[in-house]
Structure formats: structure tokens, C-alpha cells
């Protein structure tokens, strides 16, 4: 009896997050239809002016803003994380290993409230006294730095797991054929876990496409479309917040205006994690 409810427990748990996330979707989908009917969609998805007060809904200069900030994060976070993942790997011993890694992963547990507030009130100011004297206060370079270092934990952990993953006998026959450990890792272990090492980073670009608070907070809330990096722009994320905190009336356009911006925001993850799905289910290897 004990073993029968415990099981059904855990499968009511199981269709619970099934559930949960099917009625995300009903939500957005809804209210997404609801602004449709109100506004074109192919102005939507083709204008590069976004002014809700003036009834301008056009959603390019919002992704502009999200995706500025999420190249320069992978620019950032990709080299650090795969060189990471490879010293942890391949050249730490087992005790450094031990607590390096999860004091890596330690950043991956910071507010990200606290890195918003770091790229205002020090990155920002740091760029300007000795990089870019122009830059704004609020800038997309310095969200995307710090977003950067933000998901590092993301794309060295996972590339880690991946790269350990790769059995040891391909590295003891590349040093049977006279390789070093630098050729071994780079030209053996690295190709061999390369759909792992392609998903951390696909997963480290979501987390990087939804961040909320860093970009609200160090990048502005001035939606412009082909704007340079050192300037202010506005995130998808950034719009939903700015909505959400003010007092726009339940039911109008731009509340409804929210869902849209949501609904595009969940194609894009959703579009990268079948990415990533198609591509490790593609070019994994099986030892």
C-alpha cells in the first residue's frame, strides 16, 4: 500500500510540470491571440518602431536589444567556459577538482539582481574611465559582459560533465601515438564531446535570452533599433517588467502587448532547445 501511494505521488508530481507548463502555453497563447486581433502581426514582426503609447508595436528593436547583449555574453562566456571545462577536466587533479568546480558553480547562485547593480555601478563606470569615455549609463555592452560571466557556470559545468564523460582509453591510445596532453585534449577529447560541449553553450544562449533583471537594470528601457552597444536599448525581458511594475490597465493593448512579446521570447528558447536536441541526437558519439 505504502509503495502504491508513494508511486502515485510521484507520477501526480511528474503530470503536475507537464501541466503546469501546458497551461503557460494556453495562457500565452490566449492572450497572444487577443492582441493579434487588436493589432497586425506582420507589423509586429517587420517594424523597427517600438512605442506602445503611440500604438507602434513593432518587435524588432526589443530582440535587437535582447540578442546585442546575448552575443557579447557567449563572446565572454564561451572561451572562459570551454577553457574551464578543459583545465578541470584534463589538467586539475582529483582534489582541486573536488572543490574548484562547485566553487565555480557558486556564480551560478548569485542574485542576478546583484550582477545587474555590479555592471551599473562598476562596469559601466570602469569602461567609461578607460575604455569608452561616451558610453551611457545604460549600455548593452556591460549587460552583456557581466551576463556573460553569469552563465559561465552554465557552459563550464555541463562542457565539464562532457568532457570527463569521454572514455579513457581514447586519451591513453592519442599518448600511444605520441600526442601531448594540449593535442590529446584539444584534437581528441573536445571533437569527441562536442555535442555536449554544443548543447552547454545552446543552454547558456537561453539562459542568456531570458535574463530578466540584468538587462532591466544596466541596459535601459529605450527600445532602438541598430543602436552601437555602448548606448542604452531595452530587452524583450526589460519591456515585460517595465509593463508588469506600472499601471497599465488589465485587458488593454499593451498589457496584452506582454504576451506577445513572452510568446516571441518562448519561440526562441524553444527554437534553441530543439537545436540543441537535433544536434546532440545528431552528432553524438556512443563508446
Same mark, same amino acid.
Given at each position: 500500500?505504502?509503495?502504491?501511494?508513494?508511486?502515485?505521488?510521484?507520477?501526480?508530481?511528474?503530470?503536475?510540470?507537464?501541466?503546469?507548463?501546458?497551461?503557460?502555453?494556453?495562457?500565452?497563447?490566449?492572450?497572444?491571440?487577443?492582441?493579434?486581433?487588436?493589432?497586425?502581426?506582420?507589423?509586429?514582426?517587420?517594424?523597427?518602431?517600438?512605442?506602445?503609447?503611440?500604438?507602434?508595436?513593432?518587435?524588432?528593436?526589443?530582440?535587437?536589444?535582447?540578442?546585442?547583449?546575448?552575443?557579447?555574453?557567449?563572446?565572454?562566456?564561451?572561451?572562459?567556459?570551454?577553457?574551464?571545462?578543459?583545465?578541470?577536466?584534463?589538467?586539475?587533479?582529483?582534489?582541486?577538482?573536488?572543490?574548484?568546480?562547485?566553487?565555480?558553480? @557558486?556564480?551560478?547562485? @548569485?542574485?542576478?539582481? %546583484?550582477?545587474?547593480?555590479?555592471?551599473?555601478?562598476?562596469?559601466?563606470?570602469?569602461?567609461?574611465?578607460?575604455?569608452?569615455?561616451?558610453?551611457?549609463?545604460?549600455?548593452?555592452?556591460?549587460?552583456?559582459?557581466?551576463?556573460?560571466?553569469?552563465?559561465?557556470?552554465? %557552459?563550464?559545468?555541463?562542457?565539464?560533465?562532457?568532457?570527463?564523460?569521454?572514455?579513457?582509453?581514447?586519451?591513453?591510445?592519442?599518448?600511444?601515438?605520441?600526442?601531448?596532453?594540449?593535442?590529446?585534449?584539444?584534437?581528441?577529447? %573536445?571533437?569527441?564531446?562536442?555535442?555536449?560541449?554544443?548543447?552547454?553553450?545552446?543552454?547558456?544562449?537561453?539562459?542568456?535570452?531570458?535574463?530578466?533583471?540584468?538587462?532591466?537594470?544596466?541596459?535601459?528601457?529605450?527600445?532602438?533599433?541598430?543602436?552601437?552597444?555602448?548606448?542604452?536599448?531595452?530587452?524583450?525581458?526589460?519591456?515585460?517588467?517595465?509593463?508588469?511594475?506600472?499601471?497599465?490597465?488589465?485587458?488593454?493593448?499593451?498589457?496584452?502587448?506582454?504576451?506577445?512579446?513572452?510568446?516571441?521570447?518562448?519561440?526562441?528558447?524553444?527554437?534553441?532547445?530543439?537545436?540543441?536536441?537535433?544536434? %546532440?541526437?545528431?552528432?553524438?558519439?556512443?563508446?
Amino acid at each position: 500500500m505504502r509503495e502504491t501511494m508513494i508511486k502515485l505521488a510521484l507520477t501526480a508530481c511528474a503530470y503536475l510540470s507537464i501541466l503546469t507548463t501546458f497551461g503557460i502555453v494556453l495562457v500565452l497563447l490566449f492572450e497572444t491571440i487577443g492582441f493579434f486581433r487588436k493589432e497586425s502581426i506582420v507589423e509586429f514582426l517587420t517594424s523597427t518602431r517600438w512605442s506602445p503609447t503611440t500604438g507602434s508595436f513593432g518587435i524588432l528593436p526589443l530582440v535587437y536589444g535582447t540578442l546585442t547583449a546575448t552575443i557579447i555574453a557567449v563572446i565572454v562566456a564561451l572561451p572562459l567556459g570551454l577553457l574551464a571545462a578543459i583545465y578541470l577536466s584534463e589538467y586539475a587533479s582529483r582534489g582541486l577538482r573536488r572543490w574548484l568546480k562547485p566553487a565555480l558553480e @557558486i556564480l551560478a547562485g @548569485i542574485p542576478t539582481v %546583484v550582477y545587474g547593480y555590479f555592471a551599473l555601478t562598476f562596469i559601466t563606470p570602469f569602461l567609461r574611465s578607460h575604455l569608452f569615455p561616451d558610453i551611457g549609463s545604460f549600455n548593452a555592452l556591460s549587460a552583456g559582459l557581466i551576463m556573460g560571466v553569469m552563465i559561465i557556470p552554465t %557552459v563550464a559545468s555541463v562542457s565539464e560533465d562532457a568532457i570527463f564523460a569521454v572514455p579513457q582509453s581514447l586519451r591513453e591510445g592519442a599518448y600511444a601515438l605520441g600526442a601531448t596532453k594540449r593535442e590529446t585534449a584539444t584534437k581528441i577529447v %573536445v571533437p569527441a564531446a562536442l555535442s555536449g560541449i554544443v548543447a552547454a553553450v545552446i543552454l547558456g544562449i537561453s539562459r542568456a535570452i531570458g535574463e530578466t533583471m540584468i538587462v532591466t537594470i544596466a541596459m535601459g528601457a529605450q527600445p532602438i533599433w541598430g543602436g552601437s552597444p555602448l548606448e542604452g536599448m531595452q530587452a524583450m525581458t526589460a519591456y515585460i517588467v517595465q509593463v508588469v511594475g506600472g499601471e497599465t490597465p488589465r485587458g488593454s493593448v499593451q498589457y496584452q502587448s506582454i504576451f506577445a512579446v513572452g510568446s516571441a521570447l518562448f519561440v526562441m528558447t524553444l527554437t534553441l532547445n530543439l537545436i540543441s536536441y537535433w544536434f %546532440v541526437r545528431r552528432f553524438r558519439e556512443v563508446y
